[in-house]
């Protein structure tokens, strides 16, 4: 991160905190495998839906802020976050869903910025690592996420089920699906009625195995373990060679 950017008080204070979580994809990707199981567990409405939130916010901030993006935006994105969180606290003490649906918009909005950063973090760096691997896996993951996002979406605002023959849904009916549909596992028992959702369903699928053939699969291909270690240990020898002092000098031969 460029120090030049960072204008708010304490700034030299959160450009240490910052680095250290630079390229922290292992973390992004944890902090998206718990929002996929608070998701699937809790429910939308009421304090659940304000631990949703809470869980989509924290995992936006950490991926922008692993993704190199200047700390202006991050400072952006935590604002943002503490909004859609306020709106969600508003409807759970008020119970109108309104609010609710405007703070989710709005923590959508956020993920989906924070994924765009780590893949052009992902696609432009200069090595492929381990966590420029889970950074990929971590974009991939939240596609699932954003797609069983729309699809309750479209279930809430349409006049008819989404699912054929289940007029009754949990949200975690969404996310199962999403995943089953992004993964081509596509196990039949849940089928959407009609349009829109079938051609999001056709995107998803298309998508998902575009992005594992094309960006995981080129990754991994490019992937070297170990050769990060082997750099590091010949610049640290290199580095002993150039700092040890030199040896006596040698007499100069004795003329003929």
Known sequence: MDPTAIRAPGGERWLKRAERVNDAFGLVFGLVVITYVVTSLVGDTGWEAVLVMLC????????????????HWVHIAIYVSLLGLVLAVIAAISGDKDWLGIGGLVQV????AAMVAVLIRVVGTAEVNARTILGAISVYTVLGLLFAFCFEAIGRLG????????????HSDY????????????YGDLVPG????????????????IFLVT????????????????????????????????????PDALAD
């Open 215 to 250: 960006l995981v699969a080129g990754l991994v291909a490019l992937w070297r373990p170990g050769s990060g270690l082997k750099r590091r240990r010949e610049e640290r020898a290199a580095a002993e060679m150039g700092s040890r002092p030199a040896g006596p000098a040698e």
């Open 56 to 71: 989509v916010s924290t995992t936006s901030v950490v991926a922008l802020t692993s993704s190199h993006v200047k700390p």
């Open 175 to 186: 996310l199962f699906f999403s995943y089953t549909t992004l993964t081509t596992t596509g």
């Open 194 to 209: 009609g349009q829109p959702g079938r051609m999001l369903a056709g995107l998803e699928m298309m998508i998902g195995q």
């Open 159 to 170: 006049n008819a089920p989404f699912f054929e023959g289940h007029p009754v849904l949990h």
């Open 109 to 112: 909005g956020l993920l989906t």
